[in-house]
């Protein structure tokens, strides 16, 4: 008789989800995320639910760096890339789940985003 070895993926669901979601950090229409970065360093994902049909984010980086968000959708699909040279504003369209990073491309500073 061979036995047969069974994995109960509850489990490991139980164990993998926790990591993958650690580095998502929540914030809401009307709250300012922010943050100092390096060269080539990069945020935390920032999970953003957009409760209106369209919102607009604005980015502030620091002068003489260039900086640029990620922007992601609900399935973590891209939705687009986007150079932060000073400020750059982001319309987000059809309410929902939205996802960003702010990466560092050249220098170093302060970064802050406000909706």
């Known amino acids: 008789m061979r036995k047969v070895k069974y994995v109960n993926i509850a489990v490991i669901a139980a164990l993998l989800l926790p990591a993958i979601f650690l580095s998502v950090t929540d ?8 943050g100092y970065l ?12 957009a409760p209106t049909g369209r919102e607009t984010i ?3 980086g620091p002068p003489g760096a260039t900086f ?11 939705l687009g890339n986007y150079q932060l040279i000073n400020s750059t504003s982001i319309v987000l369209t059809g309410g929902g789940q939205f ?4 990466y560092s491309i050249n220098g170093q500073g302060n970064w802050s985003a406000y909706w």
């Open 68 to 78: 640029g968000v990620e922007l992601r959708g609900r399935a973590d699909n891209a």
């Open 38 to 49: 390096y060269p080539g360093q990069s945020s935390p994902k920032y999970s953003f639910l």
């Open 27 to 34: 914030v809401s229409a009307g709250e300012i995320a922010s």
């Open 58 to 60: 604005t980015f502030y």
């Open 99 to 102: 996802y960003f990073i702010v």
